[in-house]
């Protein structure tokens, strides 16, 4: 099955500096990858996913790109807020079945 | 658009208490309903996928005995927890998804605490 990697596992950036997230796949038939926002105790929130036939979507402050040689995609997160501090997920599909295998998770801390 | 709503959020039993979850998707028929179970502080393992009408399929690792899972209709899939002991304490979260390539949207989860 697939297996997703991401990195780092925390990153505390000052309020207004930029955050970016790494992650990579291992199955170079999938071909969607969601970024999932989760706040302690609460339900993965979709924030942003992008598909193999686009290398870059933007949505406001944030934005991924896939880069399909290499294998790996990631969350670039511009102007951050304090509300942006939460556990954030990245997740390959399993190409036919269409589950979703999550990364690690990265716990992002904005400082004010 | 796209809620999907899971009950109950808190369980603490007595060991030995068979539980079970729902998972409801409120403004769309989901095809596909995933289990997944989460560790604090860890990442969301998947646990099971079912289908309408058909028997789900695990993961592996996940006991299919232990962790029985129904979807009865388009809106709505059960786990139920058998026999359940401290080991099983966990947060359970469910998601659906609609017919062909789409996101999952999650339900909130299930906090289960055995004692």
């Known amino acids: 099955g697939e297996n997703v990697e991401q990195h780092p596992s925390t990153l505390s950036v000052q309020e207004g500096d930029s955050a970016v997230i790494k992650c990579t796949y291992s199955?170079?038939?999938?071909?969607?990858f969601p970024w999932y926002k989760q706040e302690l105790g609460k339900r993965p929130q979709l924030i942003i996913d992008?598909?193999?036939?686009?290398g870059e979507k933007k949505d406001q402050r944030i934005a991924v790109t896939l880069n399909k040689t290499a294998k790996h995609f990631s969350l670039h997160i511009t102007e951050t807020q304090p509300e942006d501090s939460a556990v954030y997920f990245c997740?390959?599909?399993?190409?036919?079945?269409?589950?979703?295998?999550f990364g690690t998770g990265t716990r992002l801390t904005v400082i004010p | 658009g796209a809620v999907v709503s899971q009950h109950p959020s808190r369980v603490i039993c007595k060991s030995g208490t068979s539980v079970k979850i729902e998972c409801r998707s409120l403004?769309?028929?989901?095809?596909?309903m995933f289990w997944y179970r989460q560790f604090p502080k860890k990442s969301l393992m998947l646990m099971a996928t079912?289908?309408?009408?058909?028997?789900?399929?695990?993961e592996q690792g996940v006991e299919k005995d232990k962790f029985l899972i129904n979807h009865a209709s388009l809106t709505l899939s059960t786990l139920t927890v058998t026999s359940a002991h401290p080991e099983d304490s966990s947060f359970y979260i469910c998601?659906?998804?609609?017919?062909?390539?789409?996101?999952?949207?999650f339900g909130d989860g299930t906090r289960l605490s055995i004692l």
């Open positions: 998601s659906a998804r609609g017919t062909g390539v789409q996101p999952q949207h």
């Open positions: 199955d170079s038939a999938s071909n969607y």
């Open positions: 992008i598909r193999s036939n686009v």
């Open positions: 997740a390959g599909d399993q190409t036919g079945a269409n589950n979703l295998f």
């Open positions: 403004d769309f028929q989901a095809t596909t």
């Open positions: 079912s289908n309408e009408g058909s028997k789900a399929t695990y």
